[in-house]
Each structure stands twice: as C-alpha cells, then as structure tokens.
C-alpha cells in the first residue's frame, strides 16, 4: 500500500516548568490530511474574519475536510496530544465575535463538506401520520433547506430572519426570528443530532438516546461537539404570506398590542399571526417596504414624535380568504394609527427569504463586508417600558442613533427548553428580543460604545438581561450569563471537551 509522507505543522505551546516558556511542538499529521490542511495565506485570511470584522484571530491552519472522518481524525490528533491544539467549525462566520475562529489553532471548514455529501445534504422523510422531517447536514444552508422542502410542499417550522446561515450555525446559538414565539426557537425543533465531541467520540443523540449531549449542544456556543447531522422537524407549507406593517405612535400601545398578538387565550388567538416582530422608525430608517407615495406621510409621523414603532406581522395561506384573517386580527388591535397599516401579499419562499433582497443591496453599496458592531439582548417583560426610556429615546434618540436597525418583539417562555444551553431570562413567562443591528465602515466603535452604554444602563436599573449572540469580556462575565446554568454548563464541557478545545473564540474556558 502505498503511502505519503506525513507533513509537520508546527503550533506554539506555553508549558510550565521552572518558569512560563515558549516552544515550539511538532505535530505528524496523517497522510490523508496532508492535501486538506491548508496554511497558505488566503486560507488563512478568509478563517480569521467572521461577519462582524471586529475581531479578528489568525488560525495556524485550515482544514476543508473532504469526509466526515478527516473532521474526527483532527480532533483525535488533538485530544491524544500533550499540548492539545484549538478547533473551531466555521460555517458561513456570520458571527459578530468571533466565535468561528481559533487563534493558532485549525479552523474547520464546514462547506467543504458539500462535495463529501454528493448531493446527500438534505434528505426528507416521514408521512402524514407519523410527521415529516429533514436530516440535515450541519453544514447545509437553511435557504437550501427552504428550497428543498418546498418543492415537496413542506417546511421547517421556525426560522431566523437570514437564511444564508448554516444548520450547525444556528443550532450552536438558538435560531430565533417572527415565528419562534408560536413555534419556539430552532434548537427545540430538532428530534435527533449527529454529533463529534471534543474527544473525537461520534455521537447519534437525541431526547431519549444520549440526552445530556443532545441538550448540551443545542445552543452550547459550539462547546460540546461539532453538529455534522440534524434532524428537522417539517410542516406542510402554505404558498402564499399576507405581510403586514402597523404603526404606532407610542410604545405602551406598540407593546400592548404585541402582546394581544401572542396571548394563547382570549378571542385573539384564532387569529394569531404565525410571524411576529417588531421594529423602531427613525429619522433616518429606510422606508423601501412602503409606498412611494406614503414616505411622506410617514416620515412626518416619524418627525412629530421622534420614533415610531411597527408591529411586522405575516399570516401564511393557501386559499383566497385570508383577507378575513387578517381584519379580524387587526379587529383585536386597539393603538395603532389609524390609517398607517400597510400591506404586501408575497410567496412563502419571498417573504422568508427577505433579507438577501436587502442583502444584494448593500453588497452592490459595498456595505456589506463591514464592520458590525451588533448587541442582542433579551429583556423581561416587566422592564421594556423602562428599556424603551432609557435605551430608545435617552441613548438612541438624544444621541442621534437614528440610522440604526433596531428590532423589537416578545417571545414565550413556555417556548423555550431549560434543558437546553440556551439562555434566557429567569422567571417571567413573556421576555423581548431587541437587537441593535449596526454597521459602520469607519466607526464601529463608537457604536459599541453606545452598545456598552445601553448594558451599563440595564445594570444601574436592575434590569436583569440576558445576551444572545453575545460577547464577554472575561470568565466571570460568562458565569454571570450563565447564572443558574454554569455549574451544568462548566460539567459538560469536562464531560464531552474537557481538553477544551473546541470553539475558543468566545473565549468562555479559554479566556
């Protein structure tokens, strides 16, 4: 049999002995990676940016594994040396702190695994009485799994608003966007897991099978395993999504009636939209989704009283009645201004795939591929009011902060499974997604300051927040986030990485 002869890759390691030293160590690497492990330059580039360019963490090495096995032979090598070197999954990097990236260490290239698929990616299953599903590779993109269930007529049942995000991606976070409220965030619409530890184990898990793994993973931030397989839970899907846009002058009315919208009891429940969010209109805000001939009126709504909030709902049809849904739903509504509803009526497949039409915009603009300096938090119910004072209208507003992206909208905690990584806030039953969602060529920290400036004002007031997608600065920070789940969290990571290797970029154990 004939063999080649093994490369040597060489990683720097700090070791204790009679003093902290610096040395080189030499890493034989198998022949069959000798042609998938890249440290060339553009490799090594493209690995050390994530969608928000702020940070910025240069890898030794890039792996574009060409089976699942070479993945797992990276790990082995790993797990079984003295000096255990960093492995981050890297699928489309659209994090905004790095969580994709391993400094001196080997990022893995998940797309590359397409070519190992052979068109395998994606493979639908079920009936009518038993449910259908996907089984999905880790590295798949949600738009191709929108693409592929549709044409049979199905669809995942909760979505993000972006859908050029890899499964693994998603399901390392929570993956939540208008529908999570009905239908709870992607990570609880998973039945069964494929999954490669930080021991190099190859695990099948599910709720039943290997459950602490399976509910570890499902929003660990990449901690506990590389997801290579998920399976998905799938819906019939309608053809046609009536997308509606309501203002509101005020905010105690715009909350109100977002939350007569996602009360499970009460005569508004028959018509619950199966898409809810919510946005801010500045002075500044784009006004593309609305009429020519409206923008004026509605950019002297917002002049008069400084933001003007929306409630963004859709309802998914099939048959031409909808329009009676839709009055009937906006029957139960009480403060918006009368004469500021607006309408579209889309496909499903354009209505979910919305934001890569903005997307193709910005790029043209070259505002795309910069800096985004962006803030997720997850606020209780019984402080938004306080939140839209101080954050809104005393940091946005008097600062000038009128071009941001902000969005707005409750979710449910009944929704959600404690089980589970994912963090929310403690105790109230109803909680709101805000999401700051910035980008500046030139001056990405002064957006983060204000970032900075909202959590410091969250502090002062007591107001008990929770980050999603976040970014800390130290271990004791992440224990905070974390709260009553540390000790669970801090457990598995020894349990299923305990040589901590995986996913170092948010720095969580490897700060």
Known sequence: MATSSPIVIYFIALFVASSIT????AISVPPELTHNLHTDPGAIKLASIDYGRIIKEKPFAVLYPSSLDDIRTLINLSYSSSFPYTIAAKGQAHSTWGQAQANKGVVVQMSSLNSFRNGTGILISGDRSSGFYADVG?????????????ARGLSPVSWTDYLYLTIGGTLSNAGISGQTYRKGPQITNVLELDVLTGKGEFVTCTSQKDTELFYAV?????????????????????????WLRILYSDFSSFSTDQDTLISTTGPSHKVMPDYLEGQLLMSQSPLDFYPQSQHQKITSLINQYGIVYLIEVATYYDNKNEHKRVKQMLKSLKGFVHGFVFEKDVTYLEFLNRVHDEEIVLRKKGLWDI??????IFIPRSRITDFDNGAFRNILLKRNFTSSTVLVYPLLRSKWDERMSAVIPDEEDVFYVVGFLDASADDWETFDNRNKDILQFCVNGGIKFKQYLGHHATKEEWINHFGSKWNTFQQRKARFDPKMILSPGLRIFNN
């Open 22 to 25: 610096s040395t080189m160590l």
């Open 138 to 150: 880790g590295e798949q993109l949600w738009i191709d799994v929108l693409n592929a269930t549709i």
């Open 218 to 242: 499902l929003g660990g931030l990449g901690q506990f395993g590389i997801i290579t397989r998920a399976r998905i839970v799938l819906e019939p899907a309608k053809e046609r999504v009536k």
């Open 371 to 376: 800096p985004h300096p962006w803030l997720n």
